[in-house]
């Protein structure tokens, strides 16, 4: 097992802590030791790099030093002959390397687990016997249900007042980040700089403020809904759309509302529900009439138009999101946090490649795919969108099977099926999955083992927060 580098390491370390602090946080108690192989399953979730034996160190909070402190301790207090642990041994352990059977057996007694769960063995009962997951909400939904929940409550109530502007910051870096990070532990992050701006709405603030928090609270919804929808949930991402429309008219934010109900479009499309899809982005166009906002709304509607076969309309509403992104000067939202609320023009390139796919025109589809492609391989690090530049290349291996060119559609596969497991979004497996039958050989047989093991079934595999609420 290879290494993860110092600055990945950093980074799954800062996220365990978040996750550790963020479930102790709800307990008023000291954790159980089902809690803290939860919080394990939880970090190894979000970071599955690290070994299901760092995991656990990380859920009890220790350092590499303060682990072996405490395997000699237990040693100690269990009346078994101290062995020459070493802190070059546990660090090889944690890097994929296996103890022996004698330190096997302590360190399932240190952690009160077995061999599996240490990550030092494997299990071998089939899935049909196991253990059947309890039905209690997971953290997305979770997630979902509080921000709902929370939109609801303070719709209703008088505003308080506090300024942390440092949240501003973070919403507007975890929302570029975005772009270019796996999409599961930012939802961690986000989740936990929700639970601060809500905290913040708490308190005492003055109201030229309170309009702010609503603001950074529903674009972090708004973050989580399509962090949702990328991990195969579209009922929390519904849930959480609604919840950004609310604190979007709540703080008077007028293209939070428009992103908002151009989120619910984009769920509604997946879901095949296209008239809703085109009703939300025209009702998200009464918020947002001009700049890059309103392009994604007018493409919305193209999409959904060509779903429904509407070939005019879907015509119209490419041209009217061209006239959009020529016009107006920008907001806050779309062109001053950007990242994931920026719909850039390699974006619309892509939007408008799938209305034409959904027309039937599949040679202009191929140009439209080729020409955003070539706009995202043009954009740096921080605007070159990784999901939506493979759902570009996915709808252009769908087009060229339109034009029976196998050959061609190999070709644009191929980059795909490098995509590791946590950044392969739901929506591209569903595409992709559409191009099997017309597929054969090697190739067919990868693209199955692709679409098999991707983004959301990492998430299915997140424990559920039973007996906390």
């Given at each position: 097992m290879t290494i993860p580098p110092r600055g990945g390491d950093r980074s799954a370390i800062q996220i365990a802590a978040t996750i550790r602090e963020r479930t102790l946080a709800g307990l008023g108690e000291p954790?159980?030791?089902s809690v803290l192989h939860q919080i394990a399953e939880e970090i190894h979730v979000c970071c599955p790099r690290l070994?299901?034996?760092k995991c656990l160190r990380l859920a009890q909070g220790w350092t590499v030093e303060e682990a072996i402190e405490r395997f000699h301790a237990m040693c100690d207090r269990e009346q078994i002959k101290r062995r020459g642990l070493t802190e070059r041994s546990w660090r090889e352990w944690e890097a994929g390397a296996r103890p022996?059977?004698?330190?096997?057996?302590l360190l399932c007694r240190l952690f009160e687990t077995g061999p599996v769960q240490l990550g030092f063995a494997r299990d071998y009962t089939p899935e049909e016997a196991r253990q059947p997951r309890t039905a209690t909400p997971d953290l997305i939904t979770r997630a979902a249900r509080e921000a709902s929940e929370h939109a609801e409550r303070v719709e209703a109530s008088?505003?308080?007042?506090?300024?942390?502007?440092?949240?501003?910051?973070?919403?507007?870096?975890?929302?570029r980040r975005y772009v270019w990070e796996a999409p599961l532990p930012l939802f961690v992050e986000m989740r936990a700089l929700q639970e601060q701006t809500r905290r913040a709405l708490e308190r005492r603030i003055h109201p030229t403020q309170a309009g702010e928090l609503y603001f950074l609270t529903g674009a972090l919804c708004g973050l989580m809904a399509n962090a949702s929808m990328d991990m195969?949930?579209?009922v929390p991402a519904d849930t959480l759309a609604r919840a950004a429309w609310t604190y979007g008219r709540i703080s008077g934010n007028q293209p939070l509302m428009g992103w908002a109900r151009g989120m619910q479009a984009s769920v509604a499309l997946w879901d095949k529900r296209y008239e809703d899809a085109a009703g939300y982005a025209e009702d998200g166009l009464t918020h947002l009439r001009a700049g890059q906002g309103a392009a994604r709304l007018h493409m919305l509607r193209a999409r959904a138009g060509a779903m429904l076969g509407w070939t005019r309309q879907a015509a119209d509403e490419i041209s009217k999101a061209l006239d959009a992104r020529g016009s107006g000067s920008g907001d806050e939202l779309h062109d001053g946090f950007a990242g994931e609320f920026a719909f850039r023009q390699a974006k619309q390139a892509y939007y408008t490649a799938v209305t034409h796919l959904h027309l039937g025109q599949s040679a202009q589809a191929i140009e439209q795919a080729r020409g955003a492609l070539a706009l995202y391989a043009g954009e740096d690090r921080q605007n070159r969108s990784y999901g939506c530049e493979a759902m570009a290349g996915a709808h252009l291996v769908v087009a060229h099977l339109m034009e029976d060119d196998v050959d061609g559609a190999e070709k644009a596969l191929a980059p795909l099926l490098e995509l590791p497991p946590e950044r392969r979004i739901d929506s591209l497996a569903e595409t992709l999955q559409a191009t099997r039958p017309s597929l054969t050989g090697p190739i067919a047989n990868r693209l199955e083992g692709f679409c098999a093991v991707g983004l959301p079934e990492s998430a299915a595999r997140a424990l559920p927060e039973g007996g906390r609420g």
């Open positions: 954790p159980t030791t070994s299901r034996f022996d059977r004698d330190y096997t057996d008088e505003i308080g007042d506090s300024a942390i502007e440092r949240l501003r910051t973070q919403v507007m870096w975890v929302s195969g949930r579209r």
